[in-house]
């Protein structure tokens, strides 16, 4: 089912042909456990289509010429914390050579405004970017997004060590 659609990418539900592809990413369509065991994805999926009120992913699809309808990463939200009236999104492109070309700045612009209009009780959308992902940062300003500061030793890269991590937020108003 398609949730939105820009000039370069597209939205929709995950379907059972990306299990393959979002399967080799750790945390892409759940934030509470990996799904990096395809039979594991397949039992979540056949559960819930990975599609909750309270959580949920969905796949980004090229709409560029030659390139229609590829999977080229996802975004997932996930409730920001049980005091938070808000939702936290993730997100990735599989491939390095996709970055850089505007698809995920597309999708996140898409997917926070179908999120802020979907969810009414949402008044924030938040991004944890850890503070060496120069990149991820520039984009969520790009959006929309706004600094509020660091999280110290909240990054997920490295269990033994965790990085530092900036939050932005988007609010409806």
């Keep these: 089912m398609m949730l939105a659609e820009g000039n370069k990418v597209r939205l929709r539900t995950i379907g059972v042909r990306d299990l393959k592809a979002a399967v080799a990413h750790k945390y892409t369509l ?39 309808g590829r999977l080229i990463g996802t ?13 936290e999104i993730g997100y990735i492109l599989h491939d390095e050579e996709d970055r850089g070309k505007g698809y995920a700045s597309e999708a996140l612009r898409l997917f926070s405004d179908l999120l802020f209009e ?7 959308l938040q991004l944890i970017i850890e503070t060496w992902n ?22 997920y890269s490295s269990p033994d060590e965790p990085s530092d991590c900036f939050v932005y937020s988007r609010v409806r108003d």
């Design 118 to 124: 979907q969810q009414a009780w949402c008044h924030r």
């Design 134 to 155: 120069y990149a991820s940062a520039r984009l969520a300003e790009n959006c929309g997004y706004a600094s509020e500061g660091t999280l110290r030793k909240a990054g």
């Design 30 to 68: 759940s934030i509470v456990e990996p799904l990096t065991d395809p039979v594991r994805a397949r039992e979540v999926y056949d559960q819930t289509g990975f599609w909750t009120k309270d959580a949920g992913a969905c796949a980004i699809e090229s709409l560029v010429e030659g390139d229609d």
């Design 75 to 87: 975004l997932q939200f996930y409730r920001a914390g049980p005091g938070i009236h808000g939702l």
